[in-house]
């Protein structure tokens, strides 16, 4: 499968993102997906999760009730809703992919078999 992420851009503190990341192929409902950012001289970060079909979701304590991740299997689309954004939120994003079933999310990097591009969101103070 093939990831391509969009959305990024340049928002005040407070503002809001959203970014959208778009998978080929014709089995993209059987994968499980994540976000996750990098940061200037800073690991790559765990970010959000979703597995195949939505109904389960998984955040980093970071994000928990300011972004919300989501999907839609008809288009294949995920999506990470980013609201009450902070400058600390500053960093490239990354969606990626892992062919799982059930309600399996994770939150490392090494268990993602496919990754898209990346996006920057830079929030200003």
């Known amino acids: 499968v093939q990831l391509q992420a969009s959305g990024g851009g340049l928002v005040q503190a407070g503002g809001s993102l959203r970014l959208s990341c778009a998978a080929s192929?014709?089995?993209?409902?059987?994968?499980?997906m994540g976000w996750f950012r990098q940061a200037p001289g800073k690991e790559r970060e765990f970010v959000a999760a979703i597995s195949w079909n939505g109904g389960s979701t998984y955040y980093a304590d970071s994000v928990k009730g300011r972004f919300t991740i989501s999907r839609d299997n008809a288009k294949n689309m995920v999506y990470l809703q980013m609201n009450s954004l902070k400058p600390e939120d500053t960093a490239v994003y990354y969606c990626a992919a892992k062919r799982a079933g059930g309600s399996v999310v994770a939150t490392i990097p090494s268990w993602y078999d496919y990754w898209g591009q990346g996006t920057q969101v830079t929030v200003s103070s």
């Open positions: 192929g014709r089995t993209f409902s059987r994968y499980a």
